[in-house]
């Protein structure tokens, strides 16, 4: 069993809540424990925003608590009736991700013995605070995320995987179960990976002072996503189209050669991100564009005037595709000359 560093930290917040409380001689340390695990985030930015939007509902929750107390008691007719009053408190302010910490905040004060104990009540107020502190402290002082590097193993991992699939897709070697198996795996790494990206985006945008990365590599990081996005693409109007056309040997031989082309120079350029292949001159540039122009009016010419009509569909694709892959060894470029000149 695989246990990733958010798992790791889980259980380190929670022991440092509870720990908290027992030095405090706090009791019922499980509502510690439990704030802990709510607020604890992928990311540093989410579990700051997490702590300050759990403030907010919590203090409310904690008023509402208090007040029901007050006027109704702690019996569970009383809490049922709170608790739901302080849902919808939590949908209007459109604060709904809250709500599970803070119905357990509401819970804790409401369960203050004789419903008339203040002190006690604002005891177990208190126990959410230092779960939610204990998480921030814990997510930001032990192995923070490391977004760079992790977003840059998922791209490359992630086309490992659409690169065998492309270049089996026309020779149609694989099975079709395991195609489709791995074509779902596919879409949701594409999923995973448009997420990390946003994440990474998001810790760099509001947390520039401790994350201080180039908008540049921020642009690069784009176009590798949506490279890869129409890599799948392509590869999803294959199994929709390409074998419904019934397709010559010229024309397998034909497409198989050119996908075989593009996933050789998507693979260059994320290696040249790496630092491992040299950059190149404009003029190679323009000439690896300039094939998949005329294989796509090949492509066109071929088929647009018969009953292979899905081939052009693909063709556009692949062109796509292509448009991409340059775009992406532009960025690069331009992105790597920049690092060469300001590290000369």
């Not at 013995?113 to 009540?121: C, H, K, R, S, Y």
């Not at 010229?250 to 290696?271: A, C, G, M, T, V």
Request: some cysteine; charged content about 25%; overall charge negative.
């Amino acid at each position: 069993m695989k246990l990733g560093p958010r798992v790791i930290k889980t259980g380190i917040a929670v022991t440092l809540a509870l720990y908290i409380c027992s030095v405090l001689k706090l009791e019922s340390a499980v509502f510690a424990g439990m704030a802990a695990i709510f607020t604890l985030q992928p990311s540093i930015y989410r579990t700051w925003k997490q702590v300050w939007d759990q403030v907010q509902t919590n203090i409310l929750g904690a008023l509402f608590a208090l007040l029901g107390l007050y006027f109704l008691g702690n019996d569970p007719f009383s809490i049922g009736l709170v608790m739901i009053l302080v849902i919808g408190m939590s949908v209007k302010l459109k604060m709904a991700e809250t709500i599970s910490l803070t119905l357990v905040t509401v819970l804790a004060v409401m369960s203050a013995p004789g419903g008339d104990d203040l002190m006690f009540a604002l005891q177990r107020f208190a126990l959410t605070f230092i779960g939610m502190a204990s998480a921030l402290v814990v997510n930001i002082f032990i192995s923070p995320p490391n977004f760079k590097k992790m977003y840059i193993e998922k791209v490359n991992s992630v086309f490992q995987n659409m690169s065998i699939l492309m270049r089996t897709a026309i020779s149609d070697e694989m099975t079709e179960k395991s195609f489709h198996e791995q074509m779902r795996q596919l879409e949701k790494d594409i999923l995973k990976l448009e997420e990390q990206y946003r994440l990474f985006d998001e810790e760099r945008e509001k947390m520039a002072k401790l994350n201080q990365l180039d908008l540049r590599e921020i642009v690069v990081f784009r176009q590798m996503f949506k490279s890869l996005q129409q890599g799948f693409i392509v590869l999803e109007d294959i199994d929709s189209f390409y074998f419904k056309s019934q397709p010559s040997e010229e024309d397998n031989q034909l497409f198989d050669q050119h996908l075989e082309l593009l996933i050789k120079y998507h693979e260059l350029f994320l290696l040249k991100y790496d630092g491992i292949i040299k950059l190149d001159d404009s003029k190679q540039d323009e000439d690896r564009l300039q094939e998949t122009t005329a294989f796509l009016e090949k492509v066109i010419a071929a088929y647009q005037d018969n009953n292979k009509i899905q081939l052009t569909i693909i063709g556009s694709s692949i062109y796509n595709y292509a448009y991409q892959i340059d775009r992406l060894d532009q960025l690069v470029e331009q992105f790597m000359g920049y690092k060469e000149r300001a590290n000369a």
